[in-house]
């Protein structure tokens, strides 16, 4: 289980080392508590992300891990 705090301010890491940016903020599924997507401010331009209002947003369930860094699988965005 991954606390959304836990989250918060982390930076972001693509599976191939690419840095994307830091976590900003999360989006979650409000009648079940999952984490839907985590949105990154970017430190870094990466072709593939989808980007909103300036910031990546990377869907939850593409998350490889979370410790010093979260790991973004590259191949499930």
């Known amino acids: 289980m991954v ?3 836990e989250i918060l301010n982390k930076v972001v890491l693509l599976s191939d080392g690419t840095i994307v940016g830091v976590v900003h903020t ?3 599924d409000y009648k079940t508590g ?3 997507n985590i949105v990154v401010k970017p430190k870094n331009e990466v072709e593939g992300l ?3 209002e300036g910031y ?8 490889r891990s979370v410790s010093d860094y979260v790991v973004v699988d590259k191949k499930r965005i």
Do not use: G, M
């Open 26 to 28: 999360i989006t979650f």
């Open 56 to 63: 990546y947003i990377i869907p939850f369930e593409s998350v």
């Open 34 to 36: 999952s984490l839907v």
């Open 50 to 52: 989808k980007k909103d």
């Open 3 to 5: 606390l959304a705090r």
